[in-house]
C-alpha cells in the first residue's frame, strides 16, 4: 500500500495530539491570567474546571451532531468554526464587572467562558471528530485508541505549563505561542479533511456486524454516564480534600488532573493486560486509602496525600478500562464520547457548584469514593466460601455477620477515636480491612464495610462537628473552630494551616496570639504607631482572620479592614466565636471583596500603615505580591507610609520577590524573623514579615536600623531581605513559583 493509499494514521494521531495540547495548554494559563482578579483559592480552579468540562460537553455534543453529516460537509463547517473562534485570538480575558460578594461561584464560569468559550468549544471538538473522520477509511482499524492519544497530549500540555511555559515566558508571549499553535491545528484539520475528502461518507464502519449492531439502550447510556462521572468528581474531590485536610502542596491541583488524564492513555490504549491488573487491584487499594476519606483531625502528611493519589489514578485507571470494555461500535463513537463528556460534568458540577453550597466540609470526597466502589469491576481475590465448601446462601449469611461485625468495631473505634490510629483503633481498622477484602466479589458487603471503615477511622467525629456549628465552609475553603479545654485556647483552622487563635483564659483574652506576638513584624510596627504616625494613624488591614491584629489599634486610630470571604467576617465578629474585634474594634469599617481591587478604589495617599496578611493555607495570592499589585499598595500609602507584608510560608520563599520589588522601586526593605519564643510561646507562631518603605530614614523610624542577618532571631531585630542575583521581578504578566519553591519542605513533607 502506497503512502498516498494509506489510511494516514500519523495525520490523524498529530491533529489529535496537537488539539489536546493545546487544550490543556490554555487552562492553566488562562488561570494564570485571571488571577488578578480571582485570587488562588481551590474553589477557583475547580471552578474553572467545571468550565473547561462544560465546554467540552459542547464540543463533543457539537461533533456528534456534526457526524450526520458526510465527511465533506463536516469538514467544511469545522474549518469555519475554526476560523470564526480564532476572532478570540489571541487569549485574553473579558472586561466584566467584579463579581458581588457571595456570587463568586456563578462569576468565576462566566468570566472564563467569555474569555476564551468559543476557541475551547472548537478546539474541544478535536478528539472525537478526528476519530470519526479516521474510522471513515474502512481500512483505519479501531480508532478507539486515538483517545489515549488525546489524552497524552493532554497530560503534555498539561505539564508543560508550570514546568516550561510559565517559567520562560510572560502571558503575552505565552498567547501569542498559543495562538501559532492553534494556526497550525487548523492546518491539520484542513489536511485531515483533504484525506478523507473523496473517501466514505459520514457513517464510518469496520464491517458489517459494526454497521449493523443496534444503538446502545438507555440503560447502557447510562452506565456510561455514571462511570464517567465518578473518576471527574473524584478528581476534583480529591484536589480539595488533599488542600483542605492532608497538604495544601503548591501545584497539588496539577497532580489529579494529571493523573486523571493519564488513566484514560492506559485504559484506552491496547494494553488489555495491564489494565486487568489495575482491575484488581482497585478495590483493596480503595479500600484502605479510601478508608480515610472521612478523616479531618489527623491525615496531615505527605504519605496519606500520595495514597490518595495513588488510589484515584488506579480507581480511574480500573473505571475507565471497564469505559472502554462497553464502547460500542464506531458508528456510535461520538454518541459514546459526548455521554462520557457528560458525566464528566455531572461529577465536575457535584464536587465544584453543588457540594461547596450544601455541605460544611469536603464530603464529597468520602461519596464519590463509595460511588466508585459501587461502579467498579469487583474480580474475586479470596474465593474463601468455596475454600470452606460452603453454599451461595451460607455464604451470604457468613458475609452478612462478617458485615455486621465491622459495623460494631467501627462504632467502638468511633468511640474512642482520638485522632490517630494507635493501639485498638488500628488493630479494629486491620480487622476491618480484612473483613472487607473478603467482601470483594459481593458489592453490597464491599461497600457496606469500606463506608464502616470511613465511620470507624475519624469518619463519625468529622459527622459530629458538622451538628456543633463548629465548622463553616464558603467558596474560600472550609474553616472549624475548636476548643482546647486543657491549654484554654480556641483555634480557627483553615484546612491544614492554623488560621487565628484566642486564648480563653480570664484577663488573657485580647493578648496578641499566632503570627501576630508583640515580636513579630506586624507587632512590632503597630505597636509603635501612634510614634511613627501621630495619634490619628490611618491603617489598612487585608485579611481579617479571628481579628487577632484588633487589640493593638489605639483610640483616635482609623483603621479598615479588607477582607474577601463573608464567612471570616462572620466568625470573626460572632462573640461567641471570637471576641477580639467585639472587645477591641467593633465600630472598624471591614470591606468585602479583593483587596487588590478594593484598595485600587481608595483615595490615594490615605493610609499610614498598610498590612497585607491575605494568605490562606500554604498557596501564593499571586495577584497580592506582583509589581502591579505593590504599586496599588503605594497609591493607597501616603509617601511616608509603611507597606507591611506577610511571608510565613512553609513552601515558598518570599523574600527574592518583594526584594526584586524593592530594588525596582529604590525603596528600603527588611525583614523580622519572629522565633516566636518566650512567656506565652505555646500560643504563638514563628513568622516573617517583610517590611518596605520609600526611604531608608522612614525604615530607620520603624527599625531603629538594620541588623546583620546573624541577629535576625534576636528581639526586635530587623534584617535585610535575602535577594538573589538576577531573580526576575514578578508582574501581573510574568510570575514564576518554581525558583522560589523549598523543595526540601516539599520532598519531606514538612508541615509545622
Known sequence: MTASASPRRWLFVATILVGSFLLFLVQPMVARMVLPRLGGAPAVWNSAMLVYQALLLGGYAYAHWLGRFAVRRQAMIHVALLLAAALWLPIGIANLAPAAPGQEALWVPLLLAASIGPVFFAVAAQAPLMQRWFAADVRAGDPYYLYAASNLGSFAGLISYPALVEPALQLAAQSWGWTAGYALLVVLVIAAAAARWHGAAAEPASGAAAADEAPPTWRRQLHWLLIAAVPSGLMLSTTTHLTTDIVAMPLLWVLPLGLYLLSFVIAFSTADRLVQIFAVIAPPVLLATGGLALLSDGGGS??????????????????????????????????????????????????????????????????????????????????????????????????????????????RMADDWRGSLDGMIGLGALVILFIGLLAIGRRWAYVATLAALMLGVGGLSTIYESFSGARVRSYFGVYTIADDGVRQERRLAHGTTLHGLQITRAGHERRPTTYYGFQSGVGLTLDKAEALAGPNAAIGIVGLGTGTLACYRRPGQQWTIFEIDPAMVAIARDRSKFTFLADCAPDVPIIIGDARLQLAKQPPASLDILVIDAFSSDAIPLHLVT??????????????????????????????????????????????????????????????????????????????????????????????????????RWTDDYASTLPILIWKHIIGGRDE
Open 627 to 728: 509589581s502591579e499589585a505593590i504599586g496599588v499598595y503605594a497609591r493607597a500609602l501616603k509617601p511616608d507610609g509603611i507597606l507591611l507584608i506577610h511571608i510565613s510560608n512553609r513552601f515558598f520563599n518570599l523574600e527574592p520577590v518583594l526584594a526584586a520589588e524593592a530594588r525596582a522601586r529604590g525603596w528600603t526593605a527588611a525583614i523580622r524573623m519572629d522565633p516566636a519564643t518566650g512567656g506565652e510561646a505555646a500560643s504563638l507562631t514563628s513568622s516573617n514579615w517583610v517590611a518596605l518603605t520609600a526611604t531608608p530614614q522612614r525604615m530607620r523610624q520603624l527599625t531603629g536600623g538594620i541588623q546583620p542577618r546573624e541577629k535576625a532571631y534576636d528581639d526586635g531585630v530587623w534584617v535585610p531581605l535575602a535577594g538573589r542575583e538576577g531573580f526576575t
Open 302 to 411: 505527605m504519605i496519606v496525600a500520595l495514597a490518595s493519589l495513588a488510589m484515584l489514578f488506579i480507581v480511574a485507571v480500573a473505571l475507565h478500562g471497564y469505559l472502554y470494555h462497553l464502547r460500542p461500535a464506531p458508528r456510535h463513537l461520538t454518541l459514546f464520547y459526548l455521554i462520557m463528556s457528560a458525566g464528566g460534568v455531572l461529577g465536575g458540577l457535584f464536587a465544584a457548584l453543588i457540594a461547596p453550597l450544601v455541605f460544611d466540609w469536603a464530603y464529597e470526597h468520602p461519596l464519590l469514593v463509595l460511588a466508585a466502589a459501587a461502579l467498579l469491576p469487583l474480580p474475586v481475590l479470596f474465593p474463601w466460601d468455596k475454600w470452606l465448601g460452603l453454599e451461595p446462601r451460607r455464604a451470604t449469611l457468613v458475609m452478612a455477620l462478617l458485615v455486621l461485625i465491622a459495623c460494631y468495631i467501627a462504632l
